[in-house]
């Protein structure tokens, strides 16, 4: 049980586009959802945190209007990379969990490259 | 600031051998402390935490980890290597009270020899 998906495991595109990725739990009611950015050899970085039917937390640091996230239902939230460029390329990882204090189950991740 | 080191980037053992990957954290108040697991094309998989009693927690897959105060540590051991525990991992300390915060180490990538 636990399982989390994510959508696509790849993508790619030209900069100044935008790109959506979809995280979303198989088997359980997430009612918190976390974004995560990983760069080569460095750790998980929170981007994000955002409860169902609420508005996402953003980190110190992160763009709100680069990095939309929605988290309309129980069992789906999504980040949208607004405009994006090279530099926001990177490994996108989603988590969810049924409540804030409970445990965290992570998706396989979405890699993303910005030519 | 609160930071996870994992001082160890790769590590290779051979199958059957002992395994200790090291973990130090920074953080001022009680830390919650886990170990993840990340196989290829896979999430990240808890293996286990520690939140507090016990300093010798059991985790799954036959992996343990001792939580040492005095010297800022949390590192994961295993007895004996399988093959497929060849991965990355990932410690992470849990800021604000529990899972809704974790911050992660860099990893630790282990390679097993037959």
């Known amino acids: 049980g636990a399982v989390v998906s994510q959508h696509p495991s790849w993508v790619i595109c030209k900069s100044g586009t935008s790109v959506k990725i979809e995280c979303r739990s198989l088997?359980?009611?997430?009612?918190?959802m976390f974004w995560y950015r990983q760069f080569p050899k460095q750790s998980l970085m929170l981007m994000a945190t955002?409860?169902?039917?609420?508005?996402?937390?953003?980190e110190q640091g992160v763009e709100k209007d680069k990095f939309l996230i929605n988290h309309a239902s129980l069992t789906l939230s999504t980040l949208t990379v607004t405009s994006a460029h090279p530099e926001d390329s990177s490994f996108y990882i989603c988590?969810?969990?049924?409540?804030?204090?409970?445990?965290?189950?992570f998706g396989p991740g979405t890699r993303l490259t910005v030519l | 600031a609160q930071s996870v080191t994992q001082p160890d980037i790769h590590i290779t053992v051979s199958e059957g051998a002992s395994l200790e990957l090291r973990c130090n954290y920074s953080?001022?108040?009680?830390?919650?402390l886990f170990w993840y697991v990340q196989s290829p094309g896979q999430g990240l998989q808890l293996l286990l935490k520690?939140?507090?009693?016990?300093?010798l927690v059991q985790g799954i897959k036959g992996f343990e980890a001792e939580f040492k105060r005095s010297q800022s540590s949390f590192n994961l051991r295993k007895p004996s290597v399988h093959w497929s525990d060849a991965a990355e991992y990932f410690c992470?300390?849990?800021?604000?009270?529990?899972?809704?915060?974790?911050?992660f180490g860099a990893g630790t990538r282990l390679a097993v020899h037959p």
């Open positions: 988590s969810a969990s049924s409540g804030m204090e409970d445990t965290q189950y």
């Open positions: 088997d359980f009611q997430a009612t918190t």
């Open positions: 955002s409860n169902e039917g609420s508005k996402a937390t953003y």
């Open positions: 953080y001022g108040a009680t830390p919650y």
């Open positions: 520690y939140f507090s009693g016990d300093t």
């Open positions: 992470a300390v849990g800021v604000s009270g529990g899972y809704n915060k974790l911050i």
